[in-house]
């Protein structure tokens, strides 16, 4: 097979696994192949996704503004951990919809980095008395 046909074979894996999530995640097809394209026009995140398919873990080689998404997925899981506490549907048990907000917010980081930076360094979900 040649380079070419590698290439596309791969992406088109990778394209199921984000629509696979996106259904995990309750999501709608659309919604999957919306975010696939988006997710196409990073090639940084784009190569993420790959190593998390293959592996099930991050690269944490790309990074925005000093962060990985292994970063923006504990800060996601600290700013947002009121809903630890909440019912089966919250993310907690949602793997897929923490994942697919990882990507998101690294995608909308590459866009406007600062607005993200200042949340991760000023929401940190915790309960601080002064």
């Given amino acids: 097979m040649k380079e070419s046909g590698k290439l596309e ?5 990778l394209r199921q696994f984000v629509c696979t999530l996106a259904a995990e995640a309750g999501q709608d097809a ?3 192949e919306s975010f696939w ?3 196409c026009r990073s090639q940084g995140l784009l190569q993420e996704l790959s190593y998390y398919h293959d592996y099930g873990t991050f690269l944490c080689k790309y ?4 962060y990985t998404l292994a970063d923006v ?3 996601q899981v600290d700013h947002f951990k009121l809903y ?7 993310n907690r048990y949602r793997q897929p919809r923490l994942l697919l907000a990882a990507f998101d917010t690294m995608l909308q980081m ?3 980095p600062e607005q993200f930076v200042e949340k ?4 940190t979900g915790q309960d601080i008395l002064f």
Avoid: I, T
């Fill in 84 to 90: 630890m506490d909440r019912p089966e549907e919250m």
């Fill in 37 to 39: 394209g988006r997710l």
């Fill in 63 to 66: 990074e925005v503004a000093g």
């Fill in 120 to 123: 991760m360094r000023s929401e």
């Fill in 110 to 112: 590459e866009e406007n």
């Fill in 9 to 13: 074979q791969a992406l088109e894996v």
């Fill in 73 to 75: 997925l504990v800060w």
């Fill in 30 to 32: 659309v919604y999957g």
